[in-house]
């Protein structure tokens, strides 16, 4: 008995379908020091932690991804100094062996007096987007971007892109009080 077919047609390679939600942002209410816009089909939940005031996840539950963000008050110019370094190194430290590349790209909207640095990470690395920005004074924020489970980059890129395109909204919306 031989099981098969004289006929056969290899299939094309496919790749999932996404269904992606309405881009876009809208306004939250918080009782923080800073306002900013969410992406329309995100969640703002506060970070379960009672000493982290003003600490937030942007859940971004279809896709299984959290935007972490972290709001630290500056207390003197070197403050915003050490600040700034964290935030520096909780980028290079752990992912310089993995990351094929690491782009910085300086944000600077004086209309506002807002400035930081993004950072996009490629490569094999726990989160592709990290970012802070600061008023210089008085107000520090920084965000990192996670895949809640462990994923190829070629995998989730799309996914990514779409959701970057948001954040980078959320970024410049923010406006310190």
Not at 57 to 74: G, K, M
Not at 123 to 133: D, L, Q, R, S
Not at 163 to 174: A, E, G, P, V
Request: net charge neutral; hydrophobic share 35%; aromatic share 14%.
């Amino acid at each position: 008995m031989v099981f098969g077919c004289s006929d056969y047609t290899p299939k094309p390679k496919a790749y999932p379908r996404i269904n992606y939600p309405e881009a876009g942002v809208i306004p939250t209410e918080i009782n923080c020091p800073f306002n900013l816009l969410i992406p329309k089909y995100s969640k703002l939940a506060i970070y379960p932690s009672e000493d982290k005031n003003c600490w937030y996840n942007i859940n971004f539950d279809q896709f299984n991804a959290t935007l972490h963000l972290s709001y630290i008050p500056i207390q003197g110019q070197n403050d915003l100094d050490s600040l700034t370094e964290d935030a520096y190194r909780l980028v290079f430290k752990p992912h310089l062996q993995r990351a094929e590349e690491i782009i910085e790209r300086e944000i600077s909207d004086t209309s506002n007096g807002i400035s930081g640095m993004i950072y996009d990470l490629q490569g094999k690395t726990a989160t592709p987007f990290n970012f802070f920005v600061s008023d210089g004074e008085s107000h520090f924020l920084r965000g990192s971007f996670y895949f809640n489970s462990r994923t190829k980059r070629d995998s989730v890129l799309p996914i990514y892109n779409f959701i970057n395109k948001d954040i980078l909204k959320t970024i410049k919306s923010i406006r310190f009080k």
